[in-house]
């Protein structure tokens, strides 16, 4: 088990939810239906993974692997990109914020692209 991890994991759950009641209770009445929309969206990709960090969290000695600590970043660093410019977006109305939302999709991306490398390795017998 992972710790560090965990406590990660546990806070960016932990705010997903806070933030997905504060949408649908506290920008209801706000927003435009189109940007709740936007809210959800960034609050889902959110959970997700944040639900993937915690499984990786909890299985021992696999984040000693370079290729699970990459994917660990990469579903972090885009949880805060991608998510973040999304709730910023919605709650500023500043379109610019938007422009950060596909870096942020490229790190989620990165990270199963990762996790992925590392489960071929393990199948293969391979340790990297």
């Known amino acids: 088990m992972n710790p560090r991890l ?3 994991a546990a806070a960016l759950g932990l705010s997903a939810v806070a933030l997905g ?4 209770h506290g ?3 706000r927003v435009e239906p189109d940007l ?3 809210w959800r969206t960034a ?3 959110q959970m997700v993974h944040t639900l993937a960090l915690l499984a990786l969290a909890t299985v021992p000695a696999v984040g000693d692997r370079p290729t699970v600590r990459f994917a660990c970043r990469g579903f972090i660093l885009g949880i805060l990109l991608f998510s973040g410019s999304l709730y910023l977006l919605v709650l500023s109305g500043r379109s610019w914020l938007g422009a950060l939302t596909p870096l942020g999709g490229l790190c989620l991306m990165a990270g199963w692209g990762a996790l992925g490398v590392h489960g071929w390795r393990a199948g293969r017998g391979l340790r990297r």
């Open 21 to 24: 009641a504060f949408g649908a």
């Open 36 to 38: 709740l929309g936007v």
């Open 43 to 45: 609050v889902d990709y």
């Open 6 to 8: 965990l406590c990660i």
């Open 27 to 29: 920008l209801r009445a």
